[in-house]
């Protein structure tokens, strides 16, 4: 079969991440709720700081990867350790400005135990609750989208991580909630802070340690079911099926966009199925990893019958886990085509009306993201360079969006770059702490050999 060895091997990689992932994450946050009654707190929170550290710098080189890793978890983990550190470092300067007491109501002071995990393990939850319940994508998740596309976001390879990472955060918020229930009654009823007693050594170091070593032996047996049905029960999965390449038009005719209600959004279990607005003009074929533009354009007059227009590559989606890739492309047509003349159809909608459909929830996941991240990379283009300062002399300055402009402008959509500048600019009051932070990036960029094909920026008219 079709790189099947390749298929196997980078799913194999995919769910042994997942359980890494954990182990370290999980790893880390258990390790400073052992350390931290048995050390100084300066120590800890110096141990606390390599901690975040460790989990920093792992997400930054998994980003870099050619393969996607899901990093949620690492940056829950991240969050609930930094809350500690801040805690820890309330409770130094307490205790050195003023006489302390615990809730037992004995004195506290810089020789006392710090038992971290009563704070660590409802923090927990209450992170896992909120990165659960959030409709919108965390950092990390934009990331990834911006490095790999459509396709990972909506393929196998993001639905798999997607799910088992809405089971660790369930996991970990169920075991920390278990942990902070029975660790919280012990202190309340029979804790004293006189000397570390066996039967504190018992619910705040050997509890926690145990719990964690049961997590590791319990994921591996889920990981290692996930790896045997993938790779070697389900005749559906992408080991054994070969890959595909899409090619996705979107068809453009002044400011006016074509459009189908044709999309699948969701299908119910009675085979029922929810039709959402798409692009009319998509091509499915087997997976060959480059498409030349005089190939796209074949594929186009194939499928849609129209011998007139302009086609613009935009971005490419890739899967290497699983050998799926999409294509995207502009394609700009006279104002005088008529669809009846053509082997396709559909509706033409202003970017008004695409706008209101988003709203209203009546486009597929793949033109939505394909939309967004136009706009988004457009908007950030426009408006700053590639380190993110503002090129107007304008606060918070917002340009026009055309559709009928797209084919002028010359942006690299593939570059991951101007999604991150939408998010990190001089419009934003964190900007000048992210560059101080990020100082290496920005000179890099800086660097770029890449022209910056934008007309002169003081002409407005011109720019917009």
């Given amino acids: 079969m079709f790189r099947q060895n390749e298929r196997r091997q980078g799913m194999t990689k995919a769910i042994r991440g997942l359980w890494s992932n954990w182990a ?25 700081l390599i901690g975040v550290a460790i989990l920093l710098k792992i997400r930054g080189t998994q980003r870099k990867g050619k393969m996607p890793v899901c990093c949620r978890l690492n940056q829950q983990v991240t969050a609930v350790i930094f809350v500690a550190v801040v805690v820890t470092l309330a409770v130094s300067l307490a205790v050195s400005l003023w006489d302390i007491t615990e809730l037992t109501g004995e004195a506290f002071n810089s020789d006392t135990p710090l038992l971290i995990i ?37 393929g196998f390879i993001g639905g798999l991580y997607r799910r088992e990472w ?33 039967e504190d050594m018992f619910f705040f170091v050997w509890l926690p340690a145990s719990t964690y070593v049961l997590s590791l032996v319990y994921l591996g047996f889920r990981c290692y079911a996930l790896w045997n049905y993938y790779c070697n029960q389900d005749e559906g999965n992408y080991v054994r099926r070969p890959g595909t390449t899409t090619l996705r038009y979107l068809i453009i005719q002044g400011d006016r966009m074509l459009l189908n209600f044709r999309g699948v959004g969701a299908r119910y279990l009675n085979d029922a199925v929810m039709k959402k607005f798409d692009t009319p003009a998509i091509d499915v074929a087997p997976y060959h990893a480059q498409e030349t533009p005089g190939e796209a354009d074949m594929t186009f007059r194939r499928i849609s ?17 699983t050998f799926q890739n999409i294509f995207h492309y502009f394609i700009f047509v006279p104002e ?22 988003a709203r209203q929830d009546l486009l597929t996941r793949e033109l939505l993201s394909e939309i967004e991240r136009i706009y988004t990379v457009v908007m950030a283009w426009k408006t700053y360079d590639i380190t993110g300062r503002c090129i107007y002399p304008i606060k918070h300055y917002r ?3 055309r559709l009928r402009d797209l084919h002028l402008w010359d942006v690299n959509y593939n570059d991951p770059r101007w999604l991150r500048v939408a998010r990190y600019n001089q419009d934003k009051w964190w900007y000048p702490l992210w560059g101080l932070l990020n100082i290496r990036t920005l000179c890099r960029d ?6 910056d094909p934008r007309v002169d920026p003081q002409n407005f008219d011109r720019h917009d």
């Fill in 336 to 357: 005088d085509l008529e669809l009846a003349d053509t082997d396709i159809t559909g509706e033409w909608f202003t970017w008004g009306n695409i706008l209101q459909m």
């Fill in 118 to 154: 009563l704070v660590n393990a409802p923090v927990a939850v209450g992170v896992s609750l909120s990165f659960l319940l959030n409709r919108r994508e965390p950092y990390v998740c934009q990331t990834c989208k911006a490095t790999f596309g459509n396709v990972i976001e909506q």
């Fill in 166 to 198: 809405r089971f660790q955060t369930r996991l970990l918020c169920g075991l920390t909630l278990v942990l902070a229930v029975v660790d919280w009654t012990y202190y309340l009823n029979s804790y004293t802070n006189v000397t570390f007693t066996r």
């Fill in 399 to 401: 340009p026009t969006f």
């Fill in 24 to 48: 370290i994450g999980f790893g880390v946050l258990t390790g400073l709720t052992i350390a931290s009654p048995l050390v100084p707190h300066i120590i800890f929170i110096a141990m606390a």
């Fill in 446 to 451: 800086a660097k770029s050999p890449e022209p």
């Fill in 305 to 321: 019958g129209i011998r007139d227009f302009e086609s613009k590559p935009v971005y490419e989606s890739a899967d290497t886990v």
